[in-house]
């Protein structure tokens, strides 16, 4: 006698389970587990986006209804499996809103080009500055009037870590 294997209507039917949905099995770190199940229990982490607009100048009246709910993450993160956040120190890039303690998000898939932000190694060291790169020339340059360009020679090797598409500063 046959045992195991795939039974015809054996199971819940598809789409019945507190998910409304097919559901797949994973294999997850069980150190994730109850972090997993929270999110997948609570569709996402989501937090109310009202309708109205508040007014940066006078005072305006506004709706006090939400029209949405957001997840941060849809809209800060673009491709999660190469973006990774780092701390800032010091104050070379405060004429660009970045100070220090604030949290950078950075995309590592994301064409370093001219005049974009970048996390740099620099002598083994990282760096977060202003790409400029024209006429065969490469400097990673300050946003604050006290601190000095960094000048690339054509002999040395620029690593860029990635680009930053997202500052997370608190008030």
């Not at 491709?79 to 120190?89: D, E």
């Amino acid at each position: 006698m046959a045992r195991g294997g795939k039974r015809t209507g054996a199971g819940r039917p598809k789409g019945t389970g507190k998910f409304s949905e097919s559901t797949k099995a994973i294999r997850v770190p069980e150190s994730m587990v109850e972090r997993i199940l929270e999110y997948a229990h609570s569709g996402g982490f989501k937090i109310p986006l009202y309708g109205g607009k508040v007014a940066a100048g006078c005072p305006a009246p506004t709706d006090d209804y939400i029209e949405d709910q957001i997840d941060l993450a849809e809209h800060l993160i673009h491709n999660p499996t190469s973006t990774f956040f780092v701390r800032v120190t010091g104050f070379s890039m405060i004429d660009a809103a970045i100070h220090p303690d604030d949290i950078l998000i950075v995309d590592r898939s994301m064409e370093a080009r001219h005049g974009k932000i970048v996390i740099a190694a620099v002598e083994g060291e990282l760096t977060v500055k202003r790409l400029y790169k024209k006429e065969g020339l490469v400097r990673l340059m300050p946003e604050n009037d006290d601190f000095e360009p960094i000048d690339i020679a054509p002999d040395e090797t620029l690593h860029i870590w990635g680009v930053v598409t997202n500052v997370i500063h608190s008030l």
